[in-house]
């Protein structure tokens, strides 16, 4: 008998909150389209999903992270997009964790290797210990920025490709799932 594998899935900033913008884009709604993409794969894929939003709004990140842990989920997975002070100045994609290493720098490895094969600059795995949904889950937990937003290549990338690059975060997922 397998157990549930329960993963949270977190679309980035929302409500008075739109994250980065750039020419009328804004990065929390990139974030949530993605994000329901995300896990309507994921629960094709017989894996519990919970979302911190599934609409437009905004929640602090420390719920966001007290909800995770209240679920008893085994990953945590934050969805955005990246930004640079100048337009063009970067384009890629990198994934963040509290720590380079275990099952969060696995899981970070393998949504980038994913993001790489659509054809995304894979910038790598950084530490960032101050971001509270890393530091204050419970269970593995990354951030994924998915792209500049102030990139014309990955937002062509991104609207071109989008179901692609929601399969290949799925994909990351599961791939740390069942390794």
Do not use: C, W
Request: hydrophobic letters at 40%; aromatic letters at 8%; charged letters at 20%.
């Amino acid at each position: 008998m397998t157990m549930a594998y329960t993963v949270v899935l977190d679309a980035g900033h929302g409500g008075a909150n739109p994250g980065a913008v750039y020419g009328g884009r804004q990065e929390k709604d990139d974030a949530l389209a993605l994000t329901l993409a995300v896990g309507e794969l994921l629960s094709k894929s017989g894996i519990d999903v919970i979302y911190t939003r599934t609409d437009d709004v905004y929640e602090p990140p420390y719920q966001k992270a007290v909800e995770g842990n209240q679920a008893g989920a085994d990953l945590f997975v934050s969805i955005h997009r990246n930004s640079s002070q100048y337009p063009e100045e970067y384009a890629g994609i990198e994934t963040l964790v509290y720590n380079d290493s275990g099952t969060a720098a696995r899981l970070a490895r393998n949504i980038n290797r994913e993001l790489e094969a659509i054809g995304f600059r894979n910038i790598g795995v950084s530490e960032r210990p101050n971001l509270i949904v890393l530091n204050s889950t419970n269970m593995p937990a990354v951030l994924v920025e998915v792209g500049f937003i102030n990139s014309t290549y990955d937002n062509a990338l991104f609207d071109s490709r989008f179901d692609d690059i929601a399969a290949a975060i799925a994909d990351g997922i599961l791939e740390t799932v069942y390794e």
